[in-house]
């Protein structure tokens, strides 16, 4: 965006809301390092996780995708009837058919007059939503309204497996808009990058994902170089012109990795951490453009095609009245594998919204599970789906919409 159309308020289309919920309770792994026999170092400085949300029975993508809309409707104050497109991105869907979106709607009391549909790409799910309600504003066919776009997943990797660790549960929810009151996403500076492969996957018949770890990381990372060349064909570099970088974020030492690599297309050659002067080089970068966005995700965990635009969310909370204006980097990837580099400029009235966003309060109130509680809300989770009656306060669940059984091979919902 040049320096006039942000004088003239010509912003592009763009994050005009954001909101975040996740389920009640969560684990320390701390706690969960102790019972695997695991030094806690490995789990909070190796992967750079605190805690892990973890999802109860009553607890699923739809209860966690209407809490995070509701709160962004509320909080910026957006008439439902404005809503012209909901899309939920997820890879925990509850249906084979039915997409988790239309039950969205329904709670949600959005207007008949909108399209609604569920994207699935692993962790890429709600990019592909985003980008797709971007190209529809842009294209003219919104006529003014605005996209709900939510991501909500529950990252499940099994008890005791190498992914244990870097679990967890969210929802955001963005309303994409013509006049973006947060973040602004300039069109033609996208890169994407697609190759198939076997880093990660759920076959049909499993609960459970499949990944092959330490290939995901290299997948990511080579996704990251090619969907960043890809944008910056035409710009050229803007590393100088940015003031934070964005990533995925399955676990937050994978932020640094990518941040590191980030670095190498910057300088066009290979960074030695061993060498003093490229530590320092990238710790002083790492420190400044990646690090201080990172905290959410460190005490939510994976949260999969949401986790992306909870840094997002860390950063704007901040509100920084100096970031007005100024661009930042995101890097979208689902496994599989997709992937999207783009560039976002702050919008000027950001700053406004820092404690209206800020999802502090929210996560200290949640419960501490020890870990049996919290094997224990594994398998009653997998199970839930063949339920018929569950009651949220046997879960500590005492407000909000709530899962309660399925009946008739019909879920049902509640509010309490
Ligand atoms: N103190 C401090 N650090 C320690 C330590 C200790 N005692 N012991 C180990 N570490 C460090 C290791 O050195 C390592 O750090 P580096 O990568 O910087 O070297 C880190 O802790 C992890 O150790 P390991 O690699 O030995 O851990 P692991 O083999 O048990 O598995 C994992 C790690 C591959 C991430 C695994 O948790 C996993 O498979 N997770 C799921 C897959 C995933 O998240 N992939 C990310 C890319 S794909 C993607 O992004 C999509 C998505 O959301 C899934």
Redesign the pocket.
Known sequence: MTQSQRRLGNMPAGIDALAFACPKAYIDLEDLAHARGV?P??FT???GQRKMAIASPVEDTVTMAVDAGQQALKVFDIDPESIGTLIVGTETGIDHSKPVAVYVHELLGLSQRCRTFETKH??YGASAGLTASLDWIGSGRARGKKALVIASDIAN?GLNT??E??QGAGAVAMVVSDRPRLLAIEPTTMGDYTRQVM??WRPLYSKYAI?D??Y??EC?LDALTGAREAALEQSGEVYGSIIACLY?V??V??AKKAHHRELECVLDRSLDLQSPNDLALFNESFDRMAAPWLDLNADVG?I?TGSLYLSLMDLLRQGHETHANQRLSLFS?G?GCCATYCLGTVAETAHQFAQLIDPQSMLDQRRRLNVSEYEEMIVASENAPSQTSLKPQDYGVHSGLSYVGTVDHQRRYVFM
């Open positions: 030094d170092a490995k400085q190796g992967l692993a962790c990797y190498p992914g660790p870097t880093d990660f990944a770890g330490h995901s990381i990511y995925h399955p676990f030492k994978m994976n999969y990837y496994s």
